[in-house]
Each structure stands twice: as structure tokens, then as C-alpha cells.
């Protein structure tokens, strides 16, 4: 993926560092902190096929109740040091989405609301709660800001077999594609359907909107492709590669051996690969309305 040069946000928020709270011991290390992989990887699996906000299930593993934490106060907001390569690089790659949901929000007469991305090392505070490495990287829309531990792209290439930077470019494009969902009022009617469901109704709805935002991460490199030519050889590929990779079926199956489909919250393999091709071939949000679709 070429990205060097591009324009890079100002909309990042740099917390690691703070004393937010560590991982467990063992397992590898990023910004000073030691993560325990087992504890990612179940709660990221757990997350996934039991349908369970991965907050709630940090909680509930370490221990805690099933309410989300209230939001603590951090230290002042500062900038990622020029010099440090994984910052400049998601730092560029939200530039692009920002610079592509933009227009796409101005030819409909919208404006599109920029999110902050938040670097965070071991947990951080949230309007959703408290965040740790262990939910994976997640969007929250009670402050309209993107949290990731870029320890999680180290999980990508260990336990996925996943890696190159689009793949990584991917993976933030999805969660801006739930910010656009939350500016687009999608989440909400959603999250609203949700509570008067069946517990089989709700995971259906989920699916959905995940899918979705596979979609228009699709659709955000459809355009930064055509106004940047970002893409190189393979990198679709290597999307594609971690689209299957976290789809519920392949989770589930190397989680416990058997795949159980109406636990499905985020969708199977063929489905996050299907809806991604989808938008980064045809580059239309219209393209990506699975809610409308009989079969995903």
C-alpha cells in the first residue's frame, strides 16, 4: 500500500503510555506494556460468537460486573511522536478515510463529523466504558472516537497468519465505516431493534451492520484508490486475507471446533470477504445496504 507522503490527520490522540492499566503478564509487548495473548484472544473470540459488547466481556473476565465502567479522566490529549512509523501510518490511513467520507458526505449535502482516533497501551477510559487490548479495536459512538492498541496487528500476524498494511488499513476503515453509521443514524435504529428482539433476531441485526462497514470500508478504499492510487499488488488480497480470517465461522471453529451460525454477530468469512469486494468494486454506499439484502 503507498501511503508515504499522503496527507496525515490531526485527529489522533496519543495515550500510550498512561496509567490506564496493563495487560495480564506474558504474551508480547507494545509501548512498555506486557499483553497476554491468551486473555486477547478470548475475549476477542468470546466477543465475536456470543454477541456480547467486547467491553462487557473484558469486564466479565477480569472479574468485574457487566455494566460498563464510567469514564475516567486522562491526562491532556497529546500528538504521536514525529519519528514513530505505526503512528504516521494510521495517522494517514484516517487522513485518507476522513478526506474520502468527506466527500462523498458533501455530494449528498451532508457534512461529515471527523473522528478521533485514540493509541492506547493496556486500557483507557471511554464514553462506552473502559476500553482495554482485549476487546480488539473498537469505535465508540458516545465520543464518536476509534480506540485501538496497535499491539492488535501484532495478534493479526501470530495468531491470524495476517499481515501487510492494507490489511491494517482495513481493520481501521471498518471501524470508521460504524462511525459513518452512527453519523448516517444507522446504528442507532439498529442498537433500537435490537432490545425488542430474540437474542437470534438481535444477532441477525448485528451481522447486518457489521457487514456493513466491511462494506464501506470497501467503498473508502474504492475512492482512495481512484483519487491516490494507494493500491499495490496483493494488497486487496491480503484485505481479503483478514476479512476471512475474523469472519464468526473461522473464529468460532479454531475457538471450540464447531461453528454455530445463529450465534454469528459480525458475519462468516465468505460474507465479510463478499460485502468488502462488494464496496471496493462497485464504490457506492447504495452498494452497501445489507439490511435490504434477503441474502448476505
Known amino acids: 500500500m ?31 506494556r506486557s499483553i497476554g495473548l491468551g486473555t486477547v484472544a478470548v475475549a476477542l473470540v468470546a466477543s465475536y460468537f456470543l454477541g456480547i459488547n467486547p467491553l462487557t466481556m473484558l469486564n466479565l473476565l477480569s472479574g468485574g460486573g457487566g455494566a460498563p465502567a464510567p469514564v475516567q479522566q486522562h491526562a491532556p490529549a497529546h500528538k504521536p511522536p514525529p519519528d514513530d512509523q505505526m503512528a504516521r501510518f494510521v495517522s494517514t490511513v484516517l487522513a485518507d478515510t476522513e478526506d474520502t467520507w468527506g466527500q462523498i458526505f458533501a455530494a449528498n449535502g451532508k457534512q ?30 458516545g465520543d464518536q472516537k476509534v480506540y485501538i492498541d496497535l499491539s492488535f496487528y501484532d495478534l493479526m500476524k501470530q495468531r491470524f497468519k495476517v499481515s501487510g498494511n492494507f490489511a491494517q488499513a482495513y481493520v481501521i476503515a471498518h471501524e470508521v465505516g460504524h462511525h459513518v453509521q452512527h453519523l448516517m443514524g444507522i446504528s442507532d435504529k439498529v442498537d433500537a431493534a435490537r432490545r425488542n428482539a430474540s437474542e437470534k433476531q438481535a444477532n441477525a441485526l448485528s451481522v447486518r451492520l457489521e457487514l456493513q462497514a466491511d462494506c464501506f470500508a470497501g467503498v473508502w478504499a474504492f475512492h482512495a484508490n481512484q483519487a491516490r492510487h494507494i493500491l499495490e499488488e496483493g494488497d ?45 468494486t462497485e464504490g457506492k454506499v447504495s452498494a452497501c445496504n445489507t439490511f435490504a439484502a434477503k441474502e448476505l
Open 112 to 141: 461529515y463529523v471527523r473522528p478521533k482516533l485514540v493509541l492506547f497501551s493496556g486500557s483507557t477510559p471511554t464514553a462506552c466504558g473502559t476500553g482495554q487490548t482485549a476487546t480488539g479495536p473498537f469505535y465508540c459512538p
Open 236 to 280: 486487496v488480497e491480503g484485505a481479503l486475507n483478514a476479512a476471512s480470517a475474523i469472519g464468526d465461522d473461522a473464529l468460532q471453529r479454531q475457538a471450540r471446533g464447531v461453528v454455530v451460525p445463529d450465534s454469528f454477530t459480525h458475519g462468516s468469512s465468505a460474507q465479510r470477504v463478499s460485502w468488502f469486494k462488494r464496496g471496493i
Open 2 to 32: 503507498k501511503w508515504e507522503g499522503n496527507r496525515e490527520s490531526d485527529n489522533v490522540e496519543d495515550r500510550r503510555g498512561e496509567d490506564g492499566g496493563g495487560g495480564g503478564g506474558g504474551g508480547f509487548g507494545f509501548g512498555g
